[in-house]
């Protein structure tokens, strides 16, 4: 059963703290990726990979917020330092390139306090 | 940049009758994708339908359907026979290179 896996599911953290978020897509998926869905902004694109290249990361806070792909069967979100406006679900959702479709995670909860 | 946009936050439907999602996106693209994507309270994102922008045949997947104009960017969604299951937040996403969501509309389903 092919599916994309995220950890931790729950996070919370203090203020300052680094997180890190873990995602592995799905076998012979070549495009990563993440999501934060919050109430006020909805579904946010962060960045995406394709064979583990980073193509944009226009949406990421770059001063704290940092994404890369060590290897085809990992991707990583990492928040350095956390803040509470952090707080969010943070989806990793992988496809193939010319859109099959993308397959989410069951997303990070992340609080932070 | 692609936008899209869903003008309808909230809707809600009997029981076994039919309700119809609307999304309208821009873009100045001529190949690309739409989909609806559902998420239940388990936020599970969970694909419902998608269609692809050089076939003119609307997809359907059981009681899913979509009516999409690609003229007019338009992607509505249609639920037939809606079930207490379907409850659910609905979104509609564009992808070309990047995948764009709208912003969602919240179905309720009233047994």
């Known amino acids: 059963d092919a599916r994309v896996t995220q950890t931790p599911r729950h996070k919370v953290t203090e203020m300052g703290q680094e997180v890190t978020m873990r995602c592995q897509p799905i076998l012979g998926h070549n495009t990563v990726f993440w999501y934060r869905q919050t109430m006020m902004q909805g579904l946010e694109l962060l960045a995406y990979f394709r064979n583990r290249a980073p193509l944009d990361d226009s949406g990421m806070p770059k001063d704290r917020f940092s994404a890369e792909m060590p290897d085809a069967t990992l991707a990583t979100l990492k928040i350095q330092p956390s803040e509470p406006r952090d707080s969010a679900v943070y989806f990793c959702?992988?496809?193939?390139?010319?859109?099959?479709?993308?397959?989410f995670g069951q997303g990070t909860r992340l609080t932070v306090v | 940049a692609q936008t899209v946009t869903q003008s309808q936050p909230e809707m809600s439907v009997q029981e076994a009758e039919t309700v119809t999602l609307s999304c309208t996106y821009d873009?100045?693209?001529?190949?690309?994708?739409l989909f609806w994507y559902k998420q239940p309270p388990s936020r599970q994102m969970i694909l419902v339908i998608r269609?692809?922008?050089?076939?003119?045949q609307n997809a359907t997947e059981n009681r899913f359907s979509v009516n999409f104009q690609k003229a007019a960017k338009s992607f509505s969604l249609k639920i037939s026979d809606s079930q207490l299951g379907d409850t659910a937040m609905y979104f509609c996403?564009?992808?070309?290179?990047?995948?764009?969501f709208g912003a969602g509309t919240r179905l309720t389903v009233k047994p």
């Open positions: 269609q692809e922008a050089y076939k003119q």
């Open positions: 873009t100045s693209e001529n190949n690309y994708y």
């Open positions: 959702a992988s496809g193939l390139v010319r859109g099959r479709a993308a397959f």
């Open positions: 996403a564009f992808l070309h290179n990047d995948m764009r």
